[in-house]
């Protein structure tokens, strides 16, 4: 059925894109992920053939039940070659088949919720996701980056190297331990339990991360590195560059213990790891992954720091990262669809670390550098999404639109925070924080969470700007009358409504008005396509501007001059 609007009279379209509207906002896909059972816990055991690009694997999956019976186990495995899987503790060889990018395992005998169950998979693979290879690179026959092998998870590119549950909604604990050559280091996650050499120089790293976490953190860092360390109160902290570039580390890297004051203050959450390690490689997919306790960051991004240019840039992609800690790693999103939770937090964190550290201005810029972001992009794509994406079945273009998930995510927290106040705002995020910590969440606990913390109903602010799609566009004409010195203000909403972009936004907005006399600033409230605000003034008006403030900076205001 085809919903088009072209051939219906104005006024009934818009009615008609109403009815659509407020339809949508009552019916949302369910982007969660059934499950039977919930892994506790995985011990992943990995060597290398650099020559060939293969992994060697050896991993335990400890899992429970979710109801009784269970006689086969489901996992996300992808490329993986496998040699056998056996129950632990007893090692009975089980039967198992692979279909897609699953293996399915036929167990001895039904289990229970009161169980647990161990497998333990041998496997090699040559992977073309989640883990990735980089040869040395050199300038004029010297070393620029070191030979690597690095992982990349999210979103489900863990299962290319290790049998899971690769969902967000599923946490455990895990262990790592990784062999390497001589001279190699390795950055995994959580504690470093301990390190072992062979009599020929290789090298085994064992890691534990004692704090369930999504599959998609989990990651290691394998090369030639120096590390930097210092300590934020009594957390350690490590910086791994490439040998002779540790200057780089106080340029990039020199505001962290500073971020994590600020959050730790704002939040009125603790960082709550055992340890935070950044460490740059070549090649890597993004700006910087917040694998837990062990973010991941690009060195094209991280020696940017170098240059007066570049520097404000790599302050922001530091503190998005660490912010990560605790939107996305301590709480973090339930499906993809709400992925907006973790990425729009954490970019609104780093303009309230701007805040913080350089004053309101500094805060300000960012935010309305982030909404002409997504309202440049929003006015040409075609592929559009909402914060709550719909397209989130399309793992594959989870951030082809990364100013709706990033920029708009950011500025819509923003708008959150001027619409409660913030006293009531950093009271909910401390409430969502600590009530959602190392669970799930969707956008529905945010907002009960600041609904407590402020008293106020939101229900219409996340329908309109989590759910629905799109911005306001309200042309404004004004007219004056000396004699009973009333301003008129006839404001049109004039954005194209569909079924997830509302034809009247609601928008609480301040208007200050200058006359030869003064500033005044009035509240009025949009509501309609179409309506007035007459306001009493003390004279003609010379200026009239909208949200001078900029707690709304997700529209665009055109204001007819005084006839």
């Not at 073309?128 to 050199?138: L, P, R």
């Not at 470093?192 to 991360?209: N, V």
């Not at 909404?371 to 914060?387: C, Q, Y």
Request: glycine share 6%; hydrophobic share 35%; net charge neutral.
């Amino acid at each position: 059925m085809n919903h088009s609007l072209r051939n219906v009279s104005g006024a009934a379209a818009i009615l008609l894109a109403a009815f659509f509207y407020v339809s949508a906002q009552s019916s949302r896909p369910d982007f969660n992920r059934a499950q039977v059972y919930d892994v506790q816990h995985y011990v992943l055991r990995v060597s290398f053939d650099r020559a060939k690009k293969t992994v060697f694997g050896d991993t335990t999956v400890q899992l429970k039940p979710l109801k009784a019976g269970l006689a086969e186990v489901e996992l996300d495995a992808a490329g993986l070659d496998f040699e056998s899987i056996a129950l632990e503790p007893e090692n009975t060889i089980l039967k198992y088949r692979t279909k897609g990018e699953k293996v399915l395992v036929t167990l001895d005998r039904p289990y229970s919720p009161n169980e647990t169950i161990s497998l333990r998979f041998k496997y090699s693979a040559t992977p073309k996701k989640g883990i990735y290879f980089v040869d040395e690179k050199t300038e004029d026959g010297q070393p620029v980056s070191p030979a690597q092998i690095w992982t990349q998870g999210e979103p489900d590119e863990a299962h290319h190297w290790f049998p899971s549950f690769d969902f967000p909604s599923d946490k455990a604990t895990s262990e790592q331990i990784i062999t390497v050559e001589k001279g190699e280091t390795v950055i995994g996650n959580g504690e470093l339990l301990g390190q072992k050499e062979t009599a020929d120089g290789i090298l085994t790293f064992h890691f534990k991360m004692p704090v369930p976490h999504s599959t998609y953190l989990t990651s290691f860092v394998v090369g030639k590195y120096v590390r930097i360390d210092e300590k934020y109160k009594d957390l350690p902290l490590a910086y791994y560059v490439y040998p002779g570039r540790q200057q780089i580390v106080k340029q990039a890297y020199g505001k962290t213990r500073d971020i994590l004051r600020v959050f730790e203050e704002l939040t009125g959450v603790g960082y709550p790891f055992n340890k935070y390690d950044q460490t740059m490689v070549s090649n890597f997919t993004f700006g910087g992954m917040e694998n837990i306790t062990a973010t991941t960051m690009a060195d094209s991004e991280i020696f940017l720091a170098q240059y007066d240019f570049g520097k404000s840039g790599v302050e922001d992609l530091v503190s998005h990262e660490a912010a990560h800690s605790w939107f996305g790693n301590l709480v973090t999103c339930k499906n993809w669809a709400e992925l907006w939770l973790n990425e729009g937090f954490a970019t609104f964190m780093e303009a309230a670390f701007r805040e913080k550290m350089y004053g309101r201005d500094s805060y300000i810029r960012k935010i309305i550098h982030d909404a002409e972001v997504f309202l440049a992009d929003d006015a040409v794509n075609t592929k559009r999404n909402g914060l709550f994406n719909r397209n989130a079945g399309d793992i594959n273009a989870l951030f082809d639109r990364p100013a709706t998930t990033y920029n708009k995510g950011g500025v819509v927290i923003h708008m959150l925070r001027e619409h409660i106040g913030d006293e009531a705002f950093w009271k909910g995020v401390n409430l969502y924080l600590n009530r959602h910590k190392f669970a799930n969440v969707e956008s529905a606990d945010l907002r009960k969470a600041m609904e407590e913390a402020s008293g106020k109903d939101l229900v219409w602010f996340f329908d309109q700007w989590i759910y629905g799609l799109g911005s306001p566009n309200i042309n404004v004409k004004q007219a004056y009358n000396p004699r009973t010195k009333i301003l008129t203000l006839t404001a049109a909403q004039t954005q194209k409504p569909d079924k997830f972009t509302p034809p009247a936004f609601t928008l609480p907005l301040d208007v200050t008005i200058t006359t030869a006399s003064g500033s005044q600033t009035e509240k009025i409230n949009l509501t309609k396509r179409l309506e007035s605000f007459s306001i009493k003034v003390s004279g003609k008006p010379t200026e009239i501007k909208f949200d001078k403030l900029e707690k709304i900076p997700l529209k665009t205001v055109k204001v007819s001059p005084l006839k």
